[in-house]
């Protein structure tokens, strides 16, 4: 492992990062890695409701490192508050290249979903 000891949270989604995923410059555009962070924040926030939820924030995100064509991305999400409708979740993108076992944190952000009900209102989340 490089950079850091390891990912803060729990492996939420996986994927690899394909040709029709680059922007101009050939790396992974950054809008791609964003909405693979909003699925996994997703993820865990709909299973710690156990209902359906809603992006109503991101509160921060930091590209730290470029994304290449093949690496295999890894979103793990940490959820770190709960309130009554809502929670925090903090994900962190990792990446693994085909060219060797190394791991590198690529990208972090904090995401801010809401937890509704069928008729898309607000309800709240079990502490």
Known sequence: MTDELKPRGTLALQTVAMPANTNANGDI??????????????IAARLRARSRVVTVAIDSLVFIK?????????????ITKVGRT??????????MSIADENIRKVAEGMFTFVAINEERKTHPVDR
Do not use: R
């Open 29 to 42: 555009f950054g809008g791609w890695v964003v909405s693979h962070m909003d699925l996994a924040a997703g």
């Open 66 to 78: 470029p994304v290449y064509v093949g690496d295999t991305i890894c979103c793990y999400a940490d």
């Open 86 to 95: 809502s929670m925090k979740i903090w994900i962190e993108v990792w990446t």
